[in-house]
C-alpha cells in the first residue's frame, strides 16, 4: 500500500508513449495528486500546480511518483539527486520502472536512513500461496481482451467508477503498474512466480460482502503468444462472475506480433468463458468496451449496432459511450 | 547445466513419497549415478553401491544430488555437515528443495571458498525473454494432461528414448525438478517469472535441425485450477507440432482440488489444440499416453481398444504398452 497523494515526477518528458502513466494517474486519480516536478519547461504539462518536493510535502504530498518511462526502463543517473532531495523532503517513492529503486545504493541508503519507503510497483517482493481454487463471497467482474492494450485497465476503471456512483459497494483491483500507481494498491501480476499466478489473483479479490464487487483489471489476451499464461492464471484466480471483452477494432494483429491475427470475437469469448468456468460455473459475458478512438461518431455508433444485435450484449466505449447498461448487465 | 555422474544423497529417508525423484534419477538416468549415500541401513536402497563423498568422487562423480524431500521443504540442519563433506570432497551439490543450499551461510561460504556449485533446480537463477512467438526450424512434441502428476514426465522420457533407438536425434527437454536432474539440464518452468513463461520455453526447445525432435515434458494441466497458466505458457512457446495426451483413468478429480472434476477427454483434446495453434497451426495429438498402475492387463487392454477406436488415436502406457505406435504418428 503506498502512501498517497503523489508528486509526479514528469522529469523533461514530452512524448505522450513516455508521460502516459503519469497521465493515466492525473485522469483517475485527480484527488491524489498534489503537483507535478517538472525539470524543463518544455517538459509535458498535466494541468497540475508545478512544484519541488519541499513545497509539495508542505502541501501534503506523501509521495514522489515516478510516472514516465525512460529508454531501456534503467532509472537514469542524473535523477538520482533529485530522487534524493524528494526522500530529504518527506516523500515515499513509488516507480513503474523496470530497474529497482532499492538497486540505487545512495537511493537506498538515504531510504533507509530517513525511514521512507520505496515502492517498485512492476516487481512483487510478496509471496503467495498457491491457489486453491475454493469460491469466495462477494461478486467479480474481470475485463479481458482480444490484444493487450486497448482498454482493459480504463474499462475496470469506468465501471467501477459507475458502479460506485449508483451506490453499489465496489473497488478497483489493479494488476498492472498504472493501475496500481492509481488505486495504490494491487499485484503486478506479470511479475509474480508462474506457479502463483492464480493465487495471487484470489489474494487480490479477498472474501467479501455478497452485494461487493471486485472490478478486476485484465492482463494479455487468451490467444496472445507471450502472455496467455497470465491471462489465465488471473482469469482462473478471479473467479469472475461478470466479464467485460474489450476490443479495438482497427487492429487486425496482435500488436507487435506480425502474423498472429485477432480472432473473431465469438471465438475469443467462447474460449474466455469454456476457461472461466473451471472456477466459476456461473461465468458469463455482461458487455463489450470498444477502443473507437480511430472511428468517427457515425461509425462507432453503427459498429456498436452491429455488434449489440450480433452477441446480445450492451457495447460501451469507456471514452465515448456509457457504461450503464454494462453496469445493469452485470448487476442484473 | 550440472556435473555427472551423482551420488545420490538417500538420507534415513525410506518412504517411497519421500525418495521419488531418486528413484526416477535411478530409472532414467541409471549411467549417470555412481552410487548411493544412506544415513541408516533402514534407508531406501536404490540398489546403487553404497559409498560415502570422497569414495564416490575417486570413482568419479561430481555431484551430490539430494533426491529426497524434507517435511516443509526445508533442508534440515543435521544435513548441513552432510552438504559440508561433500563440498569437500570435490562434488557440486544438486538440490530438488524448496529451501536454497545458497541461503544455508556454511555452505554458501564452503562453496564458494572450494569453487564448487550449488544448483537450485527448483528455482530459476536465468532470466529470459518475452516470447517472440516466432516459429522456429525443427520439431517438438509435448506431453500435455488431464492433470498433474500422472505420466507427463514418464511419458516425454520414454518418447525421446524410443526416437533415439530408431535413430532419430532427439533431445528429452526437463520442465521440471526431476526432469532437471535425470537430463541435467532443462528449466523449472513453474518458477519463472509469469511474463516469461513462454519465452522460457522458447528458450528450452531452440532453432534445430528439420529433422530433429524436442520432446518436452509438459506441466499442469489446462483446465487446472491453480496451474493452468503455466500450462499455456508452456504450451504456447513450446509451438509443439505433436502432442500427446497424459491421462489417469482412475482419476475422477484433479488431485488434490476437490469439486474439480477431470473434464472428458474430448473437451480436453480440443482445448489443447484450439490454444495450441495460436503458435503452431499445424499441432496435431499423436497419442494418448494412460496410466493404467491402477488397473489389471486385462482392464488396461480393454480400456487402451476403446479410447483407441474413440478417438482414431495410438494408446500407450511408458510403464506398460509399448510407445512405437506414438512415435510412429508423430514422425509420419
Known amino acids: 500500500m503506498v502512501r498517497k497523494p ?10 505522450s508513449a513516455v508521460t502516459k502513466t503519469a497521465e493515466g494517474v492525473r485522469d483517475w486519480a485527480r484527488e491524489d495528486c498534489t503537483g507535478q516536478w517538472r525539470q524543463s519547461p518544455g517538459a509535458t504539462d498535466l494541468g497540475l500546480p508545478d512544484m519541488a518536493p519541499a513545497e509539495a ?9 515516478i510516472g514516465i518511462a525512460a529508454i531501456g526502463g534503467r532509472i537514469p543517473d542524473e535523477w538520482v539527486p533529485l530522487l534524493l532531495e524528494a526522500l530529504e523532503a518527506g516523500l515515499d517513492i ?5 530497474g529497482r529503486l532499492s538497486a540505487i545504493p545512495e537511493v537506498a541508503e538515504a531510504a533507509a536512513r530517513l525511514g521512507r519507503s520505496l515502492h517498485d510497483v512492476r516487481h512483487s517482493s510478496r509471496s503467495f500461496p498457491v491457489a486453491s481454487g475454493r469460491k469466495r ?17 480504463y474499462t475496470a476503471l469506468a465501471l467501477a467508477a459507475a458502479m460506485k456512483e449508483r451506490g453499489v459497494d465496489a473497488d478497483f483491483r489493479a494488476t498492472g ?4 500507481m492509481i488505486s495504490g494498491d494491487g499485484v503486478a501480476i506479470d511479475a509474480v512466480v508462474a506457479d502463483f499466478i492464480a493465487g495471487a489473483a484470489e489474494t487480490l479479490s479477498p472474501e467479501a460482502a455478497p452485494g461487493h464487487w471486485d472490478v478486476i483489471e485484465g492482463q494479455g489476451a487468451i490467444f496472445h503468444p507471450a502472455y496467455a ?11 469472475p462472475d461478470a466479464l467485460v471483452l474489450c476490443h479495438d477494432p482497427r487492429r487486425t494483429e496482435i500488436s507487435m506480433f506480425e502474423g498472429f491475427p485477432i480472432r473473431p470475437l465469438e471465438e475469443t469469448m467462447e474460449t474466455y468463458l469454456s476457461l472461466a468456468r473451471v472456477t466459476n460455473p456461473d461465468a458469463r459475458f455482461v458487455g463489450i468496451s470498444l477502443n473507437t478512438s480511430g472511428l468517427s461518431e457515425v461509425e462507432a455508433n453503427a459498429l456498436a449496432a452491429s455488434l449489440e444485435a450480433q452477441h446480445g450484449l450492451p457495447v460501451m466505449d469507456p471514452l465515448r459511450f456509457g457504461t450503464e447498461r454494462v453496469v445493469e448487465q452485470a448487476l442484473a
Chains 1, 2 share one sequence.
Open 137 to 153: 463471497s462477494g461478486k467479480r467482474l474481470l475485463t479481458v481482451g482480444t490484444d493487450c492494450a486497448l482498454g482493459k485497465k
Open 177 to 180: 503498474q498504472t493501475g496500481i
Open 6 to 15: 503523489y508528486l509526479i515526477f514528469v522529469g523533461d518528458a514530452s512524448r
Open 229 to 239: 499464461g497470465v491471462t489465465l492464471g488471473l482469469l482462473h484466480g478471479s473467479q
Open 94 to 98: 513509488v516507480s513503474g520502472m523496470h
Open 57 to 65: 510535502y508542505a502541501a501534503g504530498a506523501r509521495s514522489l511518483l
